[in-house]
């Protein structure tokens, strides 16, 4: 899910939490992955979901930080192959070994609380 937002905006967690990665990786780097992705944050929350959140100007937590539902762990930005372009954040959720489920939903809630 592609969210276009001004640069800058915060990014919270949608869920309680355990930050497990953390990245920044330039347009040399050998990891395509995290060429495509720039800047980003991975978390599992406590039923093993993980969100996911790159394309970020600034991450506000660090590796095996707790987090709280709510909790800023960074800022979009248009870091990676987003460089040049608007401002957005790409968000994934998915089960731990799972693919890739709707984000909507979790969005959704989130902003009724």
Do not use: W
């Amino acid at each position: 899910m592609l969210i276009f937002v001004l640069s800058g905006v915060f990014f919270f967690q949608a869920e309680d939490g355990i930050r497990g990665l953390v990245r920044s990786r330039g347009l040399g780097d050998v990891y395509k992955r995290q060429l495509r992705s720039g800047l980003l944050v991975s978390l599992v929350d406590v039923r093993g979901v993980r969100y996911y959140g790159s394309h970020l100007s600034k991450v506000q937590v660090s590796v095996g930080q707790r987090v709280s539902r709510g909790q800023r762990v960074g800022s979009v930005g248009d870091t990676g192959n987003a460089k040049g372009g608007p401002a957005h954040l790409h968000f994934e959720t998915k089960p731990t070994g799972g693919k890739p489920m709707n984000p909507y939903p979790a969005v959704l809630a989130a902003c009724k609380r």
